[in-house]
């Protein structure tokens, strides 16, 4: 699996946006999570790909 990870600034918080490609599944993936400093949960997740319907 490869996965990239890049710290950017919206709104005045910290985000966090990860990419990459699962192999074994064929599928790419985007991430992008509220970072701020504590344990993350559930809330934190802004955008999640995995729950996007497939394309066809």
Same mark, same amino acid.
């Given at each position: 699996?490869? @996965?990239?990870? *890049?710290?950017?600034?919206? =709104?005045?918080? /910290? ?8 192999? %074994? &599944?064929?599928? &790419?993936?985007?991430? *992008? &999570? @509220?970072? /701020?400093? @504590? %344990?993350? =949960? /559930?809330?934190? *997740? ?6 996007? %319907?497939?394309?066809?």
């Amino acid at each position: 699996m490869s @996965r990239h990870h *890049v710290r950017l600034s919206h =709104c005045g918080g /910290e985000i966090v946006v990860v990419s990459g490609h699962d192999r %074994p &599944l064929s599928q &790419l993936f985007l991430l *992008v &999570l @509220r970072d /701020e400093g @504590r %344990p993350m =949960c /559930e809330d934190d *997740v802004l955008y999640d790909s995995l729950h996007q %319907p497939a394309l066809d």
